[in-house]
């Protein structure tokens, strides 16, 4: 980002918000309101998480206009770096009596033209049965449901987890007060974050909904979108069962991840 971006974007905004505070007559105890919830946000740990409910499936849109490949999602406030490296067959970090169905996620990552992609980094991260994700909520333990592991020579990729339930916003914080100051629920639909990466290919941000599932017309955050949106499988033939060594039924969601060489997404970006 220039500094000749940055200074046209600061110039608008300090413009826009004067015109609106103009509009609505903001008086001064107002003013301060609006400033004492930001500062709250800070002191809760919450300023991503306020940005990212209002605002963040906004640039994720701006970004997917004219875009080739994968449909980009929000990456919300959880994401972290630097996420335990798995050794096949994959299964994400839980707890021995980690709570919920077991989930099998597969699919094959490929380029725009069909060609499966081999040894493609898939960086996974999700919240537990309660809701939680790890590294951030208290009492689990670290990296719990969050991994990398990678695709394989034909593109092709599985994992176990477990199914995670509708994701509520913290409602005791400064976002819960915002949001029930506009009378909104605080909920986002169950869904799984993945980022694919791979040195010559453009980074994807993706996240998978569940068809059928809450809240997926009323995100809190407003960010599901056509094409992340997948069947959720309920597998209980006892073949099937036997053949993965599971005695309960399972589900199976299987998606396939599209990648944009490196060049291509960079021109994307500067278009
Ligand atoms: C999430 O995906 O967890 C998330 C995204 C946006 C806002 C809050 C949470
Ligand atoms: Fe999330």
């Known amino acids: 980002m220039t500094i000749e971006r940055t200074r046209t974007i600061l110039k608008d905004l300090e413009r826009t918000l004067l015109r609106f505070m103009r509009k609505h007559k903001i008086t001064h105890e107002e003013y301060r309101r609006a400033t004492d919830i930001l500062v709250a946000t800070v002191k809760a740990g919450e300023e991503s998480l306020l940005y990212d409910v209002f605002f963040e499936a906004e640039a994720t849109d701006i970004a997917n206009i004219g875009r080739q490949g994968g449909v980009e999602a929000v990456e919300g406030p959880f994401y972290l770096p630097d996420a335990p490296k798995l050794e096949a067959p994959y299964v994400l970090p839980q707890r021995s009596d980690e709570a919920d169905d077991v989930l099998f996620l597969r699919g094959c990552v490929m380029s725009a033209d069909g060609t499966p992609l081999a040894g493609v980094e898939l960086d996974m991260w999700q919240a537990d049965a309660a809701g939680h994700y790890s590294n951030i909520h208290p009492n689990m333990p670290e990296w719990n449901l969050r991994a990398r592991f990678h695709s394989g020579s034909d593109g092709t990729f599985e994992v176990r987890t477990i199914v995670p339930p509708p994701y509520e916003i913290p409602k005791g914080g400064p976002t819960g007060a915002v949001l029930s100051a506009l009378g ?19 980074e994807l941000t993706s996240q998978l909904y569940f068809e059928g599932g809450d809240y997926l017309d009323s995100d809190v955050a407003n960010a599901v979108r056509e094409g992340l949106v997948t069947p959720l499988v309920r597998q209980d033939d006892p073949k099937e069962l036997a053949a993965r060594g599971r005695q309960k039924p399972y589900f199976e969601v299987r998606y396939d991840f599209m990648l944009v060489p490196l060049h291509a997404g960079d021109v994307r970006r500067r278009a």
Do not use: Q
């Open 184 to 202: 909104r629920h605080f909920f986002r639909p169950a869904h799984l974050h993945l980022k694919i990466r791979h040195p010559e290919y453009s």
